[in-house]
């Protein structure tokens, strides 16, 4: 059996001493699987679909996605084609020194960065994976909670539920139900029967209770319960 995983630092193992113990390598060993594990630390969304799409021939037998938070970007720098992480709190252990590292990320968060417009191309990016992966054996989950709960609000309740996520001053109450709908387009378009429990949980939560790093990941036990979790699932 070979598995194909791919998320950010919760995934990959950050922080911990020894990454063999990984949930995904330790799913991996328990399912008695070959793993390739294409994980890494700030990895966004639009990283998560083009590793996945990238090894789609390799025909695994499972693919595990663990989606990761949608404010993040990745870019390939142009003289070393190094793939470099974009986070909103511009932590970057290559280049976050750097002043054109920090002064550019600035500027994106800053003047080009929509959080209406970031949700929706991940709904979006969601939809083109499952799509892809349609006649493969998949395992989606949640990183983060990606303000689901507030994105996802009734039309009734949607104005007051994201107004501190959007442009609230330049767009009317018809404006702001358009996306409402535009969302629950893409949301019906989404399978969540292939994500491990959509909306009732993500991977983080996990930090709650299981001992932590100091950069607030959850290290050996919290790994060992999600690869019991998914292994239970799976």
Known sequence: MKIFVCGDSFTYGGELDDRTLSWPNL??????????????????????????????????????????????????????????????????????????????????????????FAFKQWLQQIILLQNLLRDRKVIMLNTFPNNLEHWLADESEFISSVKHLINFN???????????????????????????????????QLCIDHEVGPGGHFLDAGHAKMAKLIYDYA
């Not at 990761?68 to 511009?90: G, M, Q, V, W």
């Open 170 to 204: 330049l767009m009317n109450d018809e404006q702001i139900l358009a996306e409402h709908k535009e969302i629950q387009y893409y949301i019906n378009l989404i399978d969540t029967s292939i994500f491990y429990k959509w909306r009732k949980f993500f991977i983080a």
């Open 27 to 116: 799913l991996a060993n328990r399912m008695n699987a070959t793993l390739n594990d294409t994980s890494q630390r700030g990895s966004s969304n639009q990283r998560i679909v083009y590793h996945t799409t990238k090894h789609f021939a390799n025909n695994y037998d499972l693919y595990i996605i663990a989606w990761s938070e949608y404010a993040r970007f990745t870019f390939y720098k142009s003289d070393n084609d190094l793939e470099t992480a974009f986070t909103p709190s511009l932590a970057n252990e290559i280049y976050e020194k750097e002043s054109y590292f920090k002064d550019w990320g600035k500027t994106l968060y800053k003047h080009w960065y929509n959080e209406l």
